[in-house]
């Protein structure tokens, strides 16, 4: 291994740009800490930068992720470059942005808090000096060189820093470690608006599965529709199948899941999916993306042909990364676990809230795996990495489950979760102490009048929506997919 060529010191660094790491950054700069951002990519924003935002409601229909996110939010729409919030009853919420608007805003708001950034640049290693995490070494186009933090924080999503300090980590299901089948989205442009919703209100289609069994909601969603901006699918089940009969669909996938854009032609299909990936391991990211260039024609296809509204309409835009749902979860001081978000546990150490219900796209069948949660906060313990000094981790990489990531992994919980690090990160380097020893007290009232939503201004169920938009029960009838037939073949697996 060279030298590096060069030594970086800074107070605070982030690593990734992501959901978490972009708040993370913001957070740590407007605080007072000299921050320095590394990513890999050439834009800000990673997987933030190609979907609708979900997870900012509860399924009570009250927001409880606010602060930094929600300020996201306001900018794009004074800008023209969001919808509003648009109410959903298993999602709960939905804002649709313009994923390159919210790039150049993001850019700005790093100018703004003062924020350096280091772009097209790789961490290859960590600094670890006993039990304590020193900063990282990288690579770019300028060689090697070495990064000196007081504190790091791990925003990578594949938990990457923590994995190279020999910090303790797991991945995917405790009985055979596979991980949530990841998509790569991609967008359909001339997609008639008109059209799109004559399909919705067909029945017979069923665009919306988790509707379709409650008579009274889905007439509140039908009187709704119309003036939508933002409508979320997850159904079509029989135009799948009988593409699927006519040897017109060789895709690991028995719904169609996506979600109409506030723009009236475009459409973001979430479709894309293989089964087995390892997203630490190269070449099986790279067997994904093969297989996953080879579906997308499939699809588009399959919309022209069988969808409504989609009789016209084409390819406009691929994602530049595949969206990887779960990878390494870091160890931390406490693991966040499904029981907590069900019972919608309040911790005394609590930084960020969640309520987006746990979402498994399952790792070895088709649909999703889906179990209601009450409003839960998230503790500072399971955002600070286990037996190690100066490491904080956010976003998907943080210690969790399996089964409760798939629910704090959502854009708004991940940015929530950045806000909250990046706090505590500053307050630490300008007291000179360890992260542990910030006083709880003085970084929820931080959060608190920074806006953050830590559990104690969320106040009562929104009856207005309740009654507007309908309510699922909390407990659903679980949905079938698992080890289906449509997944058991060869083909649907990468390096099976």
């Given at each position: ?16 740009s992501g959901a978490a790491g972009q708040t993370a950054a913001i957070a740590a700069g407007r605080n007072g800490a000299d921050t320095l951002l590394v990513e890999n990519a050439g834009f800000l924003g990673g997987i933030s930068a ?226 087995g990936l390892n997203p630490i391991d190269t070449q099986s990211v790279t067997d994904a993306y093969s297989k996953i260039y080879q579906q997308i024609p499939v699809l588009v296809n399959f919309f022209q042909k069988y969808v409504p ?188």
């Amino acid at each position: 291994m060279s030298s590096p060529t060069q030594t970086i010191r800074t107070q605070v660094l982030v690593i990734g740009s992501g959901a978490a790491g972009q708040t993370a950054a913001i957070a740590a700069g407007r605080n007072g800490a000299d921050t320095l951002l590394v990513e890999n990519a050439g834009f800000l924003g990673g997987i933030s930068a190609t979907l609708p935002w979900l997870g900012f409601h509860d399924r009570d229909y009250r927001m409880i992720v606010k602060g930094i996110p929600l300020e996201f939010c306001r900018r794009l729409q004074a800008m023209g470059a969001a919808s509003h919030f648009e109410f959903d009853p298993k999602c709960a919420s939905g804002i649709s942005i313009d994923s390159h608007w919210w790039k150049i805003l993001l850019m700005q708001l790093m100018r703004e808090a003062g924020v350096r950034l280091l772009m097209h640049t790789q961490v290859v290693d960590t600094l670890r000096e006993g039990d304590r995490i020193r900063g990282v070494i990288v690579e770019n186009k300028s060689g090697r060189q070495r990064i000196e933090a007081d504190v790091t924080i791990d925003c990578s999503g594949d938990g990457d820093v923590a994995a190279r300090g020999g910090v303790a980590w797991e991945k995917g299901r405790t009985a055979d470690g596979l991980v949530q089948a990841p998509t790569l989205v991609f967008k359909l442009g001339s997609v008639s608006r008109e059209g799109f919703i004559a399909g919705c209100k067909d029945p017979a289609i069923n665009y919306r599965e988790w509707i379709a069994p409650y008579p009274d909601i889905r007439e509140k969603m039908m009187k709704r529709i119309d003036r939508m901006q933002v409508i979320i699918c997850g159904g079509y089940a029989k135009l799948i199948e009988k593409a699927r009969a006519a040897g017109e669909f060789e895709v690991p996938q028995s719904r169609v899941v996506g979600v109409k854009l506030h723009r009236p032609d475009e459409y973001l299909v979430v479709m894309t999916r293989v089964l087995g990936l390892n997203p630490i391991d190269t070449q099986s990211v790279t067997d994904a993306y093969s297989k996953i260039y080879q579906q997308i024609p499939v699809l588009v296809n399959f919309f022209q042909k069988y969808v409504p509204g989609f009789e016209q309409s084409h390819l406009r835009e691929i994602a530049p990364m595949l969206g990887v749902r779960e990878s390494r979860r870091i160890m931390g001081d406490y693991v966040l676990n499904k029981e907590d978000l069900i019972a919608g546990r309040v911790f005394e150490d609590a930084v960020s809230m969640g309520g987006y219900h746990i979402d498994i796209h399952r790792p070895a069948g088709t649909w999703v795996d889906s179990h209601n949660v009450r409003p839960y906060t998230i503790p500072l313990r399971s955002l600070i990495a286990r037996d190690v000094d100066g490491l904080l981790m956010a976003g998907k990489c943080l210690s969790a489950t399996h089964e409760a990531v798939a629910s704090t992994r959502v854009i708004p919980i991940c940015q929530g979760q950045g806000q909250a690090v990046g706090t505590v990160a500053a307050l630490a380097v300008k007291a000179g102490v360890p992260i542990r020893q910030v006083s709880i007290e003085k970084l929820q009232e931080t959060l608190t009048a920074q806006g953050a939503e830590i559990g104690r201004t969320v106040g009562g169920p929104n009856l207005q929506a309740i009654e507007e938009v309908g309510q699922l029960p909390f407990d659903e009838p679980p949905t079938t997919g698992d080890k289906d037939p449509v997944t058991a073949g060869e083909s649907s697996w990468v390096r099976k």
